[in-house]
DNA sequence: CTATATTCGGAGCGGTAGTTCCTGTTCCAG
DNA sequence: CTGGAACAGGAACTACCGCTCCGAATATAG
Protein backbone atom coordinates (compact mmCIF):
# COMPACT_ATOMS: atom_id res chain seq x y z
CA UNK A 1 0.00 0.00 0.00
CA UNK A 2 2.46 2.54 -1.19
CA UNK A 3 2.70 3.04 -4.51
CA UNK A 4 -0.98 3.45 -6.08
CA UNK A 5 -3.10 0.91 -7.49
CA UNK A 6 -2.18 -1.10 -10.25
CA UNK A 7 -5.01 -1.39 -12.91
CA UNK A 8 -5.35 -4.90 -14.54
CA UNK A 9 -4.02 -6.58 -10.77
CA UNK A 10 -1.14 -9.14 -12.51
CA UNK A 11 1.96 -7.44 -12.18
CA UNK A 12 2.02 -5.67 -15.44
CA UNK A 13 3.86 -2.24 -15.82
CA UNK A 14 1.68 0.63 -16.10
CA UNK A 15 1.18 2.66 -19.45
CA UNK A 16 3.09 5.99 -19.52
CA UNK A 17 0.01 7.99 -20.27
CA UNK A 18 -2.03 6.22 -17.28
CA UNK A 19 0.89 7.43 -14.97
CA UNK A 20 0.99 10.71 -16.85
CA UNK A 21 -3.09 11.39 -16.16
CA UNK A 22 -2.65 10.42 -12.47
CA UNK A 23 -0.63 12.80 -11.44
CA UNK A 24 -2.23 15.41 -13.66
CA UNK A 25 -5.56 14.18 -12.09
CA UNK A 26 -3.71 14.82 -8.37
CA UNK A 27 -2.66 18.24 -9.16
CA UNK A 28 -6.03 19.40 -9.87
CA UNK A 29 -8.13 17.90 -7.16
CA UNK A 30 -5.21 19.34 -4.90
CA UNK A 31 -5.56 23.16 -5.90
CA UNK A 32 -9.32 22.45 -6.21
CA UNK A 33 -9.98 21.11 -3.31
CA UNK A 34 -7.97 23.44 -1.40
CA UNK A 35 -9.77 26.48 -3.03
CA UNK A 36 -13.19 24.92 -2.82
CA UNK A 37 -13.08 22.32 -0.01
CA UNK A 38 -14.15 18.29 -0.53
CA UNK A 39 -18.02 19.76 -1.65
CA UNK A 40 -16.65 20.71 -5.44
CA UNK A 41 -17.77 18.56 -8.62
CA UNK A 42 -16.05 15.60 -10.09
CA UNK A 43 -16.63 17.42 -13.67
CA UNK A 44 -14.83 19.96 -12.08
CA UNK A 45 -11.68 18.49 -10.95
CA UNK A 46 -11.58 16.36 -14.29
CA UNK A 47 -12.23 19.58 -16.65
CA UNK A 48 -8.73 21.08 -14.41
CA UNK A 49 -6.94 18.06 -15.14
CA UNK A 50 -8.11 18.03 -18.75
CA UNK A 51 -9.11 14.71 -18.72
CA UNK A 52 -12.35 13.15 -19.09
CA UNK A 53 -14.82 11.68 -15.69
CA UNK A 54 -13.97 7.98 -16.42
CA UNK A 55 -10.75 8.77 -16.56
CA UNK A 56 -10.80 10.15 -13.30
CA UNK A 57 -12.80 7.00 -11.82
CA UNK A 58 -10.30 4.34 -13.23
CA UNK A 59 -7.62 5.60 -11.14
CA UNK A 60 -9.66 6.51 -8.39
CA UNK A 61 -12.55 4.60 -7.39
CA UNK A 62 -14.63 7.34 -5.85
CA UNK A 63 -14.63 10.81 -5.12
CA UNK A 64 -13.91 9.67 -1.33
CA UNK A 65 -11.20 7.70 -2.10
CA UNK A 66 -9.30 11.14 -3.92
CA UNK A 67 -9.95 13.31 -1.45
CA UNK A 68 -8.63 11.09 0.91
CA UNK A 69 -5.47 11.14 -1.05
CA UNK A 70 -5.32 14.44 -1.40
CA UNK A 71 -5.63 15.67 2.57
CA UNK A 72 -3.64 12.14 3.69
CA UNK A 73 -0.12 13.96 2.59
CA UNK A 74 -1.78 16.60 4.25
CA UNK A 75 -2.16 15.52 7.92
CA UNK A 76 0.71 12.99 7.34
CA UNK A 77 3.17 16.41 7.24
CA UNK A 78 1.03 18.10 10.24
CA UNK A 79 1.21 14.99 12.56
CA UNK A 80 5.23 15.17 11.87
CA UNK A 81 4.81 18.33 12.60
CA UNK A 82 3.12 17.79 15.97
CA UNK A 83 5.91 14.51 16.63
CA UNK A 84 8.98 16.72 16.30
CA UNK A 85 7.20 19.75 18.33
CA UNK A 86 7.16 16.53 21.32
CA UNK A 87 10.70 17.35 21.36
CA UNK A 88 10.36 21.03 22.46
CA UNK A 89 12.34 22.20 25.65
CA UNK A 90 9.17 24.34 26.37
CA UNK A 91 5.92 21.94 25.85
CA UNK A 92 3.86 24.78 26.52
CA UNK A 93 5.27 26.95 23.63
CA UNK A 94 5.25 24.03 21.12
CA UNK A 95 1.32 23.32 22.13
CA UNK A 96 0.65 26.59 21.24
CA UNK A 97 2.70 27.19 18.32
CA UNK A 98 1.52 23.68 16.64
CA UNK A 99 -2.42 25.38 17.79
CA UNK A 100 -1.82 28.43 15.71
CA UNK A 101 -0.13 26.53 12.63
CA UNK A 102 -3.30 24.08 12.44
CA UNK A 103 -5.26 26.43 12.39
CA UNK A 104 -3.26 28.49 9.75
CA UNK A 105 -3.43 25.91 7.65
CA UNK A 106 -6.97 24.37 8.02
CA UNK A 107 -8.22 28.22 7.31
CA UNK A 108 -6.37 28.76 4.34
CA UNK A 109 -6.93 25.00 2.57
CA UNK A 110 -11.00 24.28 2.68
CA UNK A 111 -9.91 20.37 2.27
CA UNK A 112 -8.64 20.23 5.33
CA UNK A 113 -10.93 21.85 7.57
CA UNK A 114 -13.76 19.60 5.61
CA UNK A 115 -11.30 16.36 6.50
CA UNK A 116 -11.37 17.45 10.03
CA UNK A 117 -14.89 17.86 10.48
CA UNK A 118 -16.22 14.76 8.85
CA UNK A 119 -13.51 12.70 10.23
CA UNK A 120 -15.45 13.94 13.17
CA UNK A 121 -18.88 13.21 12.07
CA UNK A 122 -18.12 9.96 10.02
CA UNK A 123 -15.85 7.47 12.31
CA UNK A 124 -15.65 4.83 9.18
CA UNK A 125 -15.10 7.09 6.57
CA UNK A 126 -11.53 7.16 5.35
CA UNK A 127 -9.59 10.40 6.40
CA UNK A 128 -10.84 9.07 9.63
CA UNK A 129 -8.16 7.14 9.68
CA UNK A 130 -5.72 9.66 8.25
CA UNK A 131 -6.63 11.80 11.46
CA UNK A 132 -5.87 9.47 14.35
CA UNK A 133 -2.00 10.13 13.90
CA UNK A 134 -2.58 13.99 14.03
CA UNK A 135 -4.86 13.56 17.30
CA UNK A 136 -2.20 11.07 18.76
CA UNK A 137 0.60 14.22 17.70
CA UNK A 138 -1.90 16.33 19.56
CA UNK A 139 -2.32 14.39 22.52
CA UNK A 140 1.18 13.61 23.07
CA UNK A 141 2.12 17.87 22.85
CA UNK A 142 -0.90 18.25 25.23
CA UNK A 143 0.52 15.61 28.04
CA UNK A 144 3.68 17.54 27.94
CA UNK A 145 2.47 20.56 27.87
CA UNK A 146 -0.05 19.47 31.13
CA UNK A 147 2.45 17.52 32.76
CA UNK A 148 4.39 21.34 33.18
CA UNK A 149 1.35 22.79 33.74
CA UNK A 150 0.88 25.29 30.81
CA UNK A 151 -2.44 24.59 30.41
CA UNK A 152 -5.74 23.65 31.99
CA UNK A 153 -5.67 20.34 33.52
CA UNK A 154 -9.28 19.66 32.80
CA UNK A 155 -8.64 19.89 28.94
CA UNK A 156 -8.53 17.19 26.19
CA UNK A 157 -7.35 16.05 23.11
CA UNK A 158 -10.51 16.27 21.73
CA UNK A 159 -11.54 19.64 23.26
CA UNK A 160 -7.95 20.73 21.93
CA UNK A 161 -9.05 19.29 18.14
CA UNK A 162 -12.69 20.83 18.98
CA UNK A 163 -11.72 23.75 19.24
CA UNK A 164 -8.97 24.47 16.08
CA UNK A 165 -11.51 23.13 14.46
CA UNK A 166 -14.09 26.10 15.62
CA UNK A 167 -11.82 28.60 15.59
CA UNK A 168 -11.48 27.80 11.72
CA UNK A 169 -14.24 28.22 11.13
CA UNK A 170 -14.69 31.46 12.80
CA UNK A 171 -11.69 32.61 11.21
CA UNK A 172 -12.96 31.52 7.08
CA UNK A 173 -16.55 33.41 8.03
CA UNK A 174 -14.75 36.66 8.33
CA UNK A 175 -12.78 36.26 4.80
CA UNK A 176 -9.46 34.84 6.01
CA UNK A 177 -7.98 38.41 7.59
CA UNK A 178 -4.69 37.63 8.90
CA UNK A 179 -4.67 39.50 11.91
CA UNK A 180 -8.25 38.88 12.76
CA UNK A 181 -7.50 34.44 12.50
CA UNK A 182 -4.09 35.87 15.12
CA UNK A 183 -6.43 37.42 17.41
CA UNK A 184 -8.40 34.14 17.60
CA UNK A 185 -5.94 31.79 18.11
CA UNK A 186 -4.63 33.79 20.70
CA UNK A 187 -7.88 34.07 22.29
CA UNK A 188 -8.12 30.18 22.83
CA UNK A 189 -4.74 29.73 23.46
CA UNK A 190 -5.09 31.92 26.21
CA UNK A 191 -8.31 30.56 27.60
CA UNK A 192 -6.03 27.11 27.51
CA UNK A 193 -3.28 28.43 29.63
CA UNK A 194 -3.95 27.66 33.14
CA UNK A 195 -5.78 30.78 34.93
CA UNK A 196 -3.88 34.08 36.65
CA UNK A 197 -0.86 34.05 37.45
CA UNK B 1 -45.70 42.44 8.32
CA UNK B 2 -46.53 40.66 11.68
CA UNK B 3 -49.42 38.14 11.14
CA UNK B 4 -48.45 35.36 8.02
CA UNK B 5 -49.21 36.27 4.48
CA UNK B 6 -52.59 35.74 2.95
CA UNK B 7 -53.43 33.23 -0.16
CA UNK B 8 -55.34 35.13 -1.83
CA UNK B 9 -54.50 39.03 -1.03
CA UNK B 10 -57.79 40.74 -1.34
CA UNK B 11 -59.33 40.73 2.27
CA UNK B 12 -61.10 37.23 2.66
CA UNK B 13 -60.87 35.47 5.91
CA UNK B 14 -58.64 32.24 5.15
CA UNK B 15 -60.15 29.10 5.65
CA UNK B 16 -60.12 27.21 9.47
CA UNK B 17 -58.03 24.14 7.85
CA UNK B 18 -55.46 26.14 5.55
CA UNK B 19 -54.80 28.02 9.24
CA UNK B 20 -54.36 24.67 10.99
CA UNK B 21 -52.24 23.55 8.27
CA UNK B 22 -49.89 26.45 8.60
CA UNK B 23 -49.19 25.85 12.03
CA UNK B 24 -48.87 21.88 11.31
CA UNK B 25 -46.32 22.65 8.82
CA UNK B 26 -44.82 25.20 11.30
CA UNK B 27 -44.38 22.83 14.01
CA UNK B 28 -42.54 20.32 12.37
CA UNK B 29 -40.66 22.53 10.79
CA UNK B 30 -39.30 23.39 14.21
CA UNK B 31 -38.95 20.43 15.11
CA UNK B 32 -36.95 18.37 12.04
CA UNK B 33 -35.09 21.76 11.52
CA UNK B 34 -33.74 21.56 15.01
CA UNK B 35 -32.87 18.18 15.12
CA UNK B 36 -31.12 18.06 11.85
CA UNK B 37 -29.99 21.35 10.63
CA UNK B 38 -31.85 23.68 7.01
CA UNK B 39 -30.46 20.78 4.60
CA UNK B 40 -33.21 18.43 5.42
CA UNK B 41 -35.31 17.84 2.76
CA UNK B 42 -38.91 19.94 2.27
CA UNK B 43 -41.05 16.85 1.67
CA UNK B 44 -39.77 15.73 5.26
CA UNK B 45 -41.05 18.51 6.69
CA UNK B 46 -44.20 17.93 5.08
CA UNK B 47 -44.30 14.10 5.97
CA UNK B 48 -43.65 15.31 9.60
CA UNK B 49 -46.31 17.73 8.91
CA UNK B 50 -49.33 14.89 7.36
CA UNK B 51 -49.25 17.65 4.60
CA UNK B 52 -48.21 17.60 1.03
CA UNK B 53 -45.07 19.84 -0.53
CA UNK B 54 -48.35 21.52 -2.64
CA UNK B 55 -49.51 22.51 0.57
CA UNK B 56 -46.14 23.87 2.53
CA UNK B 57 -45.54 25.86 -0.76
CA UNK B 58 -48.84 27.93 -0.73
CA UNK B 59 -48.19 28.71 2.80
CA UNK B 60 -44.47 29.32 2.26
CA UNK B 61 -43.39 30.82 -1.08
CA UNK B 62 -40.11 28.88 -0.66
CA UNK B 63 -37.76 26.67 1.49
CA UNK B 64 -35.71 29.79 2.65
CA UNK B 65 -38.72 31.44 3.70
CA UNK B 66 -40.26 28.78 6.22
CA UNK B 67 -36.58 28.41 7.85
CA UNK B 68 -36.15 32.22 7.82
CA UNK B 69 -39.49 31.97 9.84
CA UNK B 70 -38.44 29.26 11.91
CA UNK B 71 -34.80 30.89 13.15
CA UNK B 72 -36.81 34.27 13.23
CA UNK B 73 -38.31 33.77 16.33
CA UNK B 74 -35.43 32.17 17.72
CA UNK B 75 -33.42 34.93 16.58
CA UNK B 76 -35.67 37.69 18.10
CA UNK B 77 -35.59 35.76 21.42
CA UNK B 78 -31.96 35.66 21.79
CA UNK B 79 -31.84 39.47 20.61
CA UNK B 80 -34.29 40.32 23.54
CA UNK B 81 -32.08 38.50 26.16
CA UNK B 82 -29.18 40.28 24.70
CA UNK B 83 -30.48 43.50 25.02
CA UNK B 84 -31.89 43.20 28.55
CA UNK B 85 -28.81 41.31 29.53
CA UNK B 86 -27.53 45.06 28.65
CA UNK B 87 -28.97 46.30 31.84
CA UNK B 88 -26.94 44.10 34.23
CA UNK B 89 -24.55 45.73 36.71
CA UNK B 90 -21.60 44.00 36.06
CA UNK B 91 -20.91 43.70 32.29
CA UNK B 92 -18.61 41.05 31.92
CA UNK B 93 -20.41 38.56 33.50
CA UNK B 94 -23.12 39.80 31.32
CA UNK B 95 -21.28 39.16 28.28
CA UNK B 96 -19.99 35.73 29.31
CA UNK B 97 -23.69 34.66 30.32
CA UNK B 98 -24.97 35.25 27.15
CA UNK B 99 -22.21 33.61 25.33
CA UNK B 100 -22.91 30.30 27.36
CA UNK B 101 -26.37 30.76 26.82
CA UNK B 102 -25.99 31.45 23.20
CA UNK B 103 -23.52 28.75 22.52
CA UNK B 104 -25.77 25.90 24.25
CA UNK B 105 -28.62 26.97 22.24
CA UNK B 106 -26.47 27.13 18.86
CA UNK B 107 -24.73 24.06 20.06
CA UNK B 108 -28.07 21.64 20.62
CA UNK B 109 -30.82 23.64 17.90
CA UNK B 110 -28.70 22.87 14.22
CA UNK B 111 -31.25 25.48 12.23
CA UNK B 112 -29.65 28.27 15.23
CA UNK B 113 -25.94 26.94 13.80
CA UNK B 114 -26.82 26.97 10.17
CA UNK B 115 -28.67 30.15 10.35
CA UNK B 116 -25.75 32.08 11.84
CA UNK B 117 -23.00 30.85 9.46
CA UNK B 118 -25.29 31.56 6.57
CA UNK B 119 -25.82 35.13 7.70
CA UNK B 120 -21.78 35.25 7.39
CA UNK B 121 -22.09 33.79 3.79
CA UNK B 122 -24.67 35.29 2.12
CA UNK B 123 -25.37 38.78 3.58
CA UNK B 124 -27.96 39.34 1.17
CA UNK B 125 -30.09 36.18 2.67
CA UNK B 126 -32.91 36.35 4.82
CA UNK B 127 -31.96 35.36 7.95
CA UNK B 128 -29.13 37.69 7.40
CA UNK B 129 -31.60 40.61 8.35
CA UNK B 130 -32.65 38.77 11.43
CA UNK B 131 -29.13 38.24 13.00
CA UNK B 132 -28.47 42.11 12.81
CA UNK B 133 -30.50 42.42 16.17
CA UNK B 134 -28.45 39.46 17.52
CA UNK B 135 -25.40 41.07 16.54
CA UNK B 136 -26.28 44.44 17.37
CA UNK B 137 -27.02 42.73 21.35
CA UNK B 138 -23.83 41.55 21.26
CA UNK B 139 -21.85 44.81 20.25
CA UNK B 140 -23.47 46.53 23.14
CA UNK B 141 -23.00 43.72 25.29
CA UNK B 142 -19.05 43.85 24.29
CA UNK B 143 -18.90 47.40 24.66
CA UNK B 144 -20.02 47.74 28.07
CA UNK B 145 -17.58 44.71 29.29
CA UNK B 146 -14.50 46.42 26.89
CA UNK B 147 -15.43 50.00 28.97
CA UNK B 148 -15.23 48.29 32.10
CA UNK B 149 -12.01 46.82 31.21
CA UNK B 150 -13.26 42.81 31.50
CA UNK B 151 -12.17 41.72 28.20
CA UNK B 152 -9.48 41.68 26.02
CA UNK B 153 -9.13 45.54 23.86
CA UNK B 154 -8.64 44.35 20.90
CA UNK B 155 -11.94 41.99 20.45
CA UNK B 156 -14.70 43.16 17.73
CA UNK B 157 -18.46 41.90 17.90
CA UNK B 158 -16.91 39.75 14.65
CA UNK B 159 -14.52 38.35 16.45
CA UNK B 160 -16.96 37.25 19.28
CA UNK B 161 -19.56 35.72 17.02
CA UNK B 162 -17.00 34.26 14.98
CA UNK B 163 -15.56 32.45 17.89
CA UNK B 164 -19.03 31.51 19.32
CA UNK B 165 -19.79 29.60 15.82
CA UNK B 166 -16.85 28.15 16.27
CA UNK B 167 -17.23 26.73 19.75
CA UNK B 168 -20.45 25.52 18.86
CA UNK B 169 -18.79 23.42 15.80
CA UNK B 170 -16.93 21.77 18.23
CA UNK B 171 -19.27 21.19 20.77
CA UNK B 172 -21.37 19.41 17.88
CA UNK B 173 -18.35 17.63 16.64
CA UNK B 174 -18.18 15.62 20.07
CA UNK B 175 -21.88 14.63 20.39
CA UNK B 176 -23.31 17.47 22.72
CA UNK B 177 -21.21 16.71 25.74
CA UNK B 178 -22.95 18.59 28.34
CA UNK B 179 -19.81 18.48 30.49
CA UNK B 180 -17.43 19.00 27.84
CA UNK B 181 -19.50 22.05 26.32
CA UNK B 182 -19.53 23.82 29.12
CA UNK B 183 -15.27 23.45 29.28
CA UNK B 184 -14.96 24.72 25.58
CA UNK B 185 -17.20 28.04 26.60
CA UNK B 186 -15.50 28.25 29.94
CA UNK B 187 -12.08 28.54 27.92
CA UNK B 188 -13.23 30.87 25.40
CA UNK B 189 -14.25 32.87 27.72
CA UNK B 190 -11.06 33.08 29.67
CA UNK B 191 -9.20 33.97 26.48
CA UNK B 192 -11.55 36.84 25.83
CA UNK B 193 -10.56 38.15 29.48
CA UNK B 194 -8.21 40.87 29.51
CA UNK B 195 -4.64 39.19 30.11
CA UNK B 196 -3.48 37.68 34.04
CA UNK B 197 -4.35 39.77 37.05
C1' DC C 1 -78.28 21.60 -0.15
C1' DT C 2 -75.88 23.71 -3.78
C1' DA C 3 -72.46 26.43 -5.88
C1' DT C 4 -67.93 27.96 -6.05
C1' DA C 5 -63.81 29.76 -4.55
C1' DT C 6 -60.18 27.93 -1.96
C1' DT C 7 -57.16 24.55 -0.58
C1' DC C 8 -55.05 19.87 -0.81
C1' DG C 9 -51.88 16.40 -2.52
C1' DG C 10 -48.37 14.25 -4.85
C1' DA C 11 -46.83 13.11 -9.56
C1' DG C 12 -43.71 15.32 -12.29
C1' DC C 13 -40.23 18.92 -14.03
C1' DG C 14 -35.66 20.83 -14.22
C1' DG C 15 -31.24 20.87 -12.36
C1' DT C 16 -27.19 18.92 -10.00
C1' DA C 17 -23.90 15.42 -8.74
C1' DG C 18 -21.76 10.78 -8.37
C1' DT C 19 -20.91 6.78 -10.94
C1' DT C 20 -21.02 3.50 -14.88
C1' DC C 21 -20.68 1.92 -19.63
C1' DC C 22 -19.32 1.55 -24.11
C1' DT C 23 -17.01 3.14 -28.30
C1' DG C 24 -13.05 4.92 -30.30
C1' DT C 25 -8.15 5.72 -29.49
C1' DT C 26 -3.40 5.02 -28.04
C1' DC C 27 0.57 2.77 -26.44
C1' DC C 28 3.67 -1.11 -26.53
C1' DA C 29 5.35 -6.05 -27.27
C1' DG C 30 6.59 -9.04 -30.74
C1' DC D 1 4.35 -2.67 -38.78
C1' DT D 2 0.69 -4.71 -36.58
C1' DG D 3 -2.43 -6.94 -33.28
C1' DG D 4 -4.54 -6.44 -29.17
C1' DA D 5 -4.87 -5.03 -24.51
C1' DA D 6 -5.01 -1.03 -21.73
C1' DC D 7 -6.77 3.43 -21.76
C1' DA D 8 -9.54 7.90 -22.69
C1' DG D 9 -13.67 10.35 -22.97
C1' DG D 10 -18.15 11.77 -22.27
C1' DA D 11 -22.98 10.45 -22.92
C1' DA D 12 -26.16 8.28 -20.12
C1' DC D 13 -27.99 6.25 -15.76
C1' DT D 14 -29.35 6.77 -10.99
C1' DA D 15 -30.46 9.32 -7.03
C1' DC D 16 -31.78 13.49 -4.78
C1' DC D 17 -33.94 17.95 -4.11
C1' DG D 18 -36.38 22.28 -4.65
C1' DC D 19 -40.38 23.63 -6.75
C1' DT D 20 -44.74 23.67 -9.92
C1' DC D 21 -49.05 22.20 -11.74
C1' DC D 22 -53.57 20.64 -12.02
C1' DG D 23 -57.35 17.38 -10.99
C1' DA D 24 -59.65 16.06 -6.63
C1' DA D 25 -61.44 17.27 -2.21
C1' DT D 26 -63.67 20.52 0.86
C1' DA D 27 -65.01 24.37 3.59
C1' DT D 28 -68.06 28.22 3.61
C1' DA D 29 -71.65 31.66 1.79
C1' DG D 30 -76.25 32.01 0.36
Not at 61 to 79: D, M, Q, S, Y
Not at 145 to 157: F, K, L, M, Y
Request: aromatic content about 4%.
Amino acid sequence: MHGGQRTGGTGRAPRADAVRNRERILLAAAQVFAAQGASVPVDLVAERAGVGVGTLYRHFPTKEALFAAIVGGHLRWLADAAQTAQGDSDPGRALFEFIGLLATEAAGRHDLLDALEQAGVDVECAVAAQVVGLAAGISGLLERATAQGAVRADVGPEDVLGLVIGTCHGIRRMGGDEARARRLVAIVCEGLRTGPG
